[in-house]
């Protein structure tokens, strides 16, 4: 119950709206009580990353290492734009749920078996997951922010305005910008970055 009104308060107000005194009062019960079953707001996290990891139905896998990882990456990427609170919770660093160790798992080995050390398949891990992050982080606040404008992004109004004379690489990417801003390409730039990741395996 407490982890159901906590996700109720997450999914309506946000994740910064959460807290033991708001969760409490969705529930109709006092904070204190609240500590009897969760020792705090991050052990509540904890079990909201868990709770939205564990309703993800486990993807089938190819068993060549590339296309398994890159099935492995479109996994993660969908199930955290599916729920868009988990990424700010993340990119603090220091929570994780347990449910999604079988995930990592099923990385590492994948880039084991393309022929990386533990060591290298754990950094090539790292490398790709801050990618993911990074683009669901500025995904997200692209679409937010977007939203909210009544005008055309500054930045393409900038890009589209720059001297060919001066600047001429960028002059000839003048109708690029708008498209790449509004395509969804992160299977092919993570494609990218697993080939890179991979070329000297």
Not at 22 to 43: F, I, K, N, P, Q
Not at 115 to 142: D, H, N
Request: glycine share 4%; charged share 25%; net charge positive.
């Amino acid at each position: 119950m407490v982890v159901a009104a906590a996700e109720e308060v997450v999914r309506r107000e946000g994740v910064d709206a959460l807290t033991m005194r708001r969760v409490a009062r969705e529930l109709g019960s006092s904070t204190m009580a609240l500590y009897r079953h969760v020792r705090d707001r991050d052990e509540l996290l904890v079990l909201l990353l868990d709770r939205a990891a564990a309703e993800l139905p486990r993807p089938r896998l190819p068993r060549e290492p590339r296309r398994r990882l890159l099935a492995l990456f479109k996994f993660v990427y969908d199930g955290l734009d599916r729920s868009p609170w988990v990424v700010p919770v993340l990119v603090k660093g220091d929570l994780m749920a347990p449910s999604v160790l079988w995930l990592m798992e099923e990385i590492v080995a994948a880039f084991v078996a393309a022929g990386m050390t533990p060591e290298q398949a754990a950094e090539a891990y790292l490398t790709v997951w801050r990618f993911t992050v990074g683009e669901l982080v500025i995904s997200q606040a692209t679409v937010s922010q977007t939203a909210k404008l009544d005008r055309r992004p500054r930045q393409l109004t900038l890009l589209s305005r720059v001297d060919p004379d001066e600047l001429p690489t960028l002059a000839a990417l003048t109708d690029y910008w708008p498209k790449a801003r509004a395509r969804k390409s992160y299977r092919s730039r993570v494609a990218a970055i697993l080939d890179g990741l991979l070329a000297g395996t």
